[in-house]
């Protein structure tokens, strides 16, 4: 199924239906990759992460905590993020891409540190699913006001 899923999200299967979840793993890969890019993966990433999904997908904490392993699985099997923000491209209009970008970035600063790696991915995941450095900024102050 694992193996499906990333094949699915990689356009090798790009004609056969899109398995029911493939919006909300896409989402929750990302949000993994996040937190893991700056080589921790601490229980206040896991938190948000699972507040950020219960939220925006409206899952119960054992469908996110599902979803959240399934994405740790994918992100340690994939080497690229394109896949993932192709599904969220395709799947959501220009306000919700903007609330990925904004979920991301509740992630990265969840620890109160910024690492390189962590911006960098939010900026290129940005300018996968057509956000704009303006709008990721915008995003960014947002996080940073609620926290």
Excluded at 82 to 102: P, Q
Excluded at 105 to 121: F, K, P
Aim: proline content about 1%; overall charge negative.
């Amino acid at each position: 199924m694992l193996d499906k899923i990333k094949s699915m999200l990689s356009g090798s299967q790009a004609n056969e239906a899109k398995p029911p979840r493939s919006l909300e793993l896409a989402a929750s890969a990302l949000l993994v990759e996040a937190a893991v890019m700056d080589g921790t993966f601490d229980e206040g990433e896991l938190k948000v992460i699972t507040s950020l999904l219960c939220e925006r997908f409206s899952l119960n904490t054992d469908e996110a905590a599902e979803l959240i392993n399934d994405a740790k699985k994918v992100v340690e099997g994939s080497i690229e993020i394109y896949g993932f923000a192709r599904t969220i491209k395709d799947s959501m209009d220009h306000a919700e891409r903007v609330e990925i970008i904004e979920m991301l970035w509740r992630v990265v600063l969840a620890d109160g540190t910024l690492d390189d790696y962590e911006s960098n991915l939010i900026r290129r995941v940005s300018g996968l699913i057509y956000v704009s450095d303006r709008e990721s900024g915008d995003a960014r102050k947002r996080v940073l006001e609620n926290i």
